[in-house]
């Protein structure tokens, strides 16, 4: 982890939003993170990101749920403790139909809620910077990192003209560590503190 | 691309002036507000039901399962009557937050919240009956297929009771992941705007260090679309499989093969009954009017309507297979101890009560009529109880040695224990009201520009251009 500098945008409204996010890329900036309230469809589009494969992990954990559930009762009907149950076949196809199907769905969703936590990395008691405190409310919140190369006044400027309404400098962990949000964090109601001014 | 714009002929699901801030404020404020005196009131009252639900468990669980007025006639009485409710009333939660997903039914983002919170806290309620009727329940676990020392003797894998095992563990567990991915945005929009140190630190720990990023919400889209489609299937399977284990069995009255959809109807039936009784009174107490509106309300009761007609198919067609059937003890079941004999009052009110109150539905003026539609939830909750009764004790009374018919009533620890779990499910959902965002915040911003009121009138330009631009424009978008 390594505190980095960026520069935040805030746009009020996602119709602004996306022209912005066009123009950053044009002109060649590598956008941080763009931290909205709500999904914005299009947006990882518009940001160059790849489709997620979840789906596809959902499946894989699917299709184990099938299989684990399928061999196992068959493995203890036929081979661990074959029963007689009303004289009917021990390998009983169709009344193992319910339980596999349960367990499909099972594995399938604690996988992929699973593979979702750790793809975000998400859990309790993890902590990350959050851009702006209203980033969850109703702002859009675009980071864009300050390297060598950039020049953060004349970024500031040109998010500005893109639309931003709000525009400042922050030095921020980039990832995420064991912490408390009650801790260190400025409240909701307090000014922000000028920052690296 | 999502589609801008929403034709004006829609009833908007969000009415009044709304920004994407008013809207935090409208569902957020209630949680940082301290609770009416109502909220104590109700609490405590559910606190109380669930301590003497508490202690009727306990005297069963002392004395043995004989102090229920269960008998070598009738094994099934009150106990599984009450779990088949519980879990059918969990359904309609699973019905809003996935099948109406998949159909793109923008209503549902007003009350899937609070649908999906009814399920689980209705399913937990469900899952204590077949527990404690197990009358050793400290041998609960002997349900689970684990390697044993008795040889090991595995659990029967083509046995109904075990699928339920299995079904109801797999729909409680699916639908809380399912609703708690959906809560992690909106915890972290109340960790964010948290003006208190408590606040901040809970809501941080449950919002897991959600930060709203692109990729985030991206995974978070495919996650509940994906686990909407597990959903469907499963909350179809659920309730079949609580039908299997009537269905499978050979008792006249039970062993029909319309079971599964008439179970399924009955239980979204049901289910949508008891979103309404919830809903009507939380939109009036936290007033989220504007979110829950009578649109929404008059769209549950289409569904009401529908599946209660569903299930008076149902009924109807099991009385026309008794007689078509011409198996006498079928005929007899239905025609001379449901409909009529000793039980009989209680097939009447599931009929009057599911089949005919509901026609009111048909006219718009009674759907869109909160009293109404709130009685109306309320009779057809009832109704739905006594179809499970009806199903369950009318089939055992008259068996087929004359000898052994009986009667049935309940003792009290059998009422108390159902008392009991209306504490549980209403504790949980006063604590749900109070701490948790009632409506998915992060969903309504989803549709409240193409959705809300304010937002409508400004679909007229759309609806001024050809349809080849507009086509063009959204093709084109970014």
Not at chain 1, 69 to 76: E, N, P, Y
Not at chain 1, 113 to 127: D, E, M, R
Not at chain 2, 204 to 213: D, E, L, M, P, V
Not at chain 2, 352 to 358: A, D, F, G, L, S
């Amino acid at each position: 982890m390594a505190a980095k500098k960026f520069v935040v945008g805030c746009f009020d409204d996602e119709a602004v939003l996306f022209p912005a996010v066009k123009k950053v890329r044009a002109a060649g900036y590598k956008i941080h993170d763009v931290y909205t309230p709500f999904p914005v469809h299009g947006l990882d589009h518009a940001m160059g990101l790849r489709e997620t494969s979840l789906h596809t992990a959902g499946f894989i954990y699917g299709i184990t749920g099938t299989t684990t559930a399928l061999s196992f009762m068959s493995w203890v009907f036929t081979t661990d403790w074959p029963m007689n149950i009303g004289g009917k076949p021990h390998f009983s196809l169709p009344a193992f139909i319910p339980i596999t199907f349960e367990l499909t769905v099972l594995f399938s969703a604690v996988g992929m809620v699973l593979t979702f936590c750790y793809l975000c990395q998400l859990a309790p008691f993890v902590k990350k910077h959050v851009f702006h405190p209203r980033q969850t409310d109703d702002k859009f919140v675009m980071a864009i990192e300050v390297t060598g190369k950039t020049g953060a006044d004349e970024l500031k400027n040109f998010l500005t003209a893109a639309g931003a309404h709000e525009v400042h400098e922050q030095t921020a962990e980039t990832g995420w560590w064991l912490g408390r949000f009650d801790r260190e964090d400025r409240l909701f109601n307090e000014q922000p503190a000028p920052l690296n001014a | 691309m999502h589609l801008k714009y929403e034709s004006t002929l829609r009833e908007p699901l969000v009415d009044g002036v709304k920004d994407y801030h008013k809207v935090t404020e409208d569902i957020i404020g209630p949680i940082e507000a301290k609770p009416g005196k109502l909220w104590y009131v109700g609490f405590f009252i559910s606190l109380s039901l669930l301590a003497f639900g508490a202690f009727s468990v306990f005297w069963e669980v002392y004395f043995g399962i004989g102090v229920w007025n269960l008998n070598r006639t009738i094994g099934w009485g009150w106990d599984i009557t009450n779990f088949v409710w519980w879990v059918g009333i969990g359904h309609a939660g699973t019905l809003i937050s996935a099948i109406l997903l998949l159909f793109r039914q923008g209503w549902r983002t007003g009350v899937n919240r609070a649908a999906e919170a009814m399920t689980i806290f209705a399913v937990m309620c469900a899952g204590q009956f077949p527990i404690f009727h197990m009358g050793r329940v400290w041998m609960a676990f002997f349900v689970l297929p684990y390697p044993n020392t008795r040889g090991p003797v595995w659990v029967n894998f083509n046995s109904p009771l075990l699928w339920d095992v299995f079904a109801i563990s797999t729909y409680f567990t699916v639908s809380l992941l399912f609703w708690y991915s959906g809560l992690l945005p909106d915890f972290a929009t109340v960790r964010d705007r948290a003006k208190t140190k408590l606040r901040k630190l809970l809501y941080g720990i449950a919002s897991f260090g959600w930060t709203g990023s692109t990729k985030h919400w991206q995974r978070h889209e495919a996650l509940s679309l994906v686990l909407a489609g597990l959903s469907t299937p499963l909350v179809l399977s659920v309730h079949t499989i609580v039908s299997f284990d009537f269905a499978t069995s050979v008792i006249p009255g039970w062993h029909t093969t319309i079971f599964p959809p008439y179970f399924v109807a009955g239980a979204i039936f049901s289910g949508f009954a008891m979103v309404q009784t919830l809903l009507i009174i939380t939109r009036k107490i936290l007033h989220l009017e504007d979110y829950i509106t009578i649109g929404h309300m008059e769209a549950m009761n289409k569904v009401i309507v529908l599946t209660g007609s569903i299930v008076g198919c149902a009924y109807l067609t099991e009385l026309f297979m008794a007689w078509y059937g011409a198996v006498p003890y079928e005929f007899d079941t239905f025609y001379k101890y449901r409909a009529a004999g000793p039980l009989g009052w209680s097939y009447w009110i599931m009929m009057t009560c599911n089949v005919i109150t509901p026609q009111v539905f048909w006219f718009r003026k009674m759907r869109r009529n909160i009293m109404v539609t709130f009685i109306m939830s309320i009779i057809v909750n009832i109704g739905m109880w006594f179809e499970r009764f009806v199903i369950i004790c009318t089939s055992l009374y008259r068996d087929y040695l004359p000898s052994s018919w009986s009667y049935y009533r309940p003792s009290w620890p059998e009422v108390g224990f159902y008392l009991g779990t209306f504490g549980l499910f209403f504790t949980c959902y006063f604590l749900f009201a109070k701490y948790f965002p009632v409506i998915a915040v992060a969903e309504i911003k989803h549709v409240l520009k193409t959705s809300g009121e304010s937002f409508k009138n400004d679909m007229t330009k759309y609806e001024q251009e050809s349809a080849d631009k507009f086509a063009h424009d959204v093709a084109h978008a970014h």
